[in-house]
């Protein structure tokens, strides 16, 4: 979709709300902020308007207060996964190591940092686009990000150390990927939202080795359907965790929580 260089408050939200923009005043107020030319004020609207998630086209997403960096190919944090933030803090509210497994844009980590202040946080995931948007997000915390295959990315003197390890992993079984909304299917890495046959692929390796990393009393903590929280659980307890889920129904959200004993 092509626009006519739309310049003015209400000619952006006419364009946005042409585009079929729910929010049309509140994005254009985003997108007048962050245009800093009329030409790249065009630029951005028509992305937007072409469908292009409003996180890709400013260049950060709101995550618990904080300004994260986002970029084209690289996962955007949802608001409700402030909801796993909160559940591990409070799980371990004095946790001094914090691992953000499948980190994305390290949203998750910067996060808790952020909240405990001073904790040693270590961020991996398996694409190097998501590293590097990590690395600039979890910097101003004295975050390490790592590209790697799981727990294979992180450093070996992590093992039974880890406080709160997080892991956003992709739960979306690979036969339902095709009816995700257009922002995340076009415009999203695969490898962070395809969790294999039924979703939980990814978190079944997670759930296996994770005992190992984390300190006594440390826990585990990964985002998943309500539908599949009861086979997340019984991979957790083969994993010999302690488990259980934690269900926010204002973000809809489902966590599964495992404790190392």
Avoid: K
Avoid at 44 to 72: N, Q, T
Avoid at 105 to 126: K, M, N, P, Q
């Amino acid at each position: 979709m092509t626009s006519t260089s739309p310049r003015s408050p209400d000619s952006v939200v006419a364009a946005l709300r042409a585009a079929g923009c729910v929010f049309a005043e509140d994005e254009a107020r985003l997108l007048l902020a962050a245009a800093r030319t009329p030409d790249e004020l065009t630029a951005m609207v028509d992305r937007r308007a072409s469908g292009a998630p409003l996180e890709l086209v400013v260049g950060w997403a709101e995550f618990r207060g904080l300004r994260i960096a986002v970029e084209p190919g690289v996962f955007v944090p949802r608001r409700r996964t402030e909801f796993l933030v909160e559940q591990a803090l409070a799980h371990v509210p004095d946790a001094s190591v914090v691992v953000d497994l499948c980190c994305g844009s390290g949203a998750v980590g910067a996060a808790l940092a952020d909240a405990l202040g001073g904790a040693e946080l270590h961020a991996a995931d398996i694409d190097p686009a998501a590293v590097r948007c990590a690395a600039r997000n979890i910097a101003p915390f004295g975050g390490h990000a790592y590209a790697g295959d799981l727990y294979e990315a992180l450093p070996g003197r992590l093992r039974g150390r880890v406080d709160i390890l997080a892991a956003n992993v992709p739960y979306v079984p690979s036969d339902e990927v095709a009816f995700l909304p257009a922002e995340a299917r076009e415009h999203e890495p695969l490898v962070a939202l395809d969790g294999g046959g039924d979703g939980l692929d990814v978190l079944r390796r997670v759930a296996a080795e994770a005992s190992e990393w984390l300190a006594p009393g440390g826990c585990l903590l990964v985002e998943t359907s309500e539908r599949q929280a009861p086979t997340a659980v019984d991979a957790f307890t083969r994993g010999g965790l302690a488990s259980r889920v934690a269900v926010s129904e204002e973000w809809y959200a489902n966590v599964v929580i495992g404790v190392r004993s």
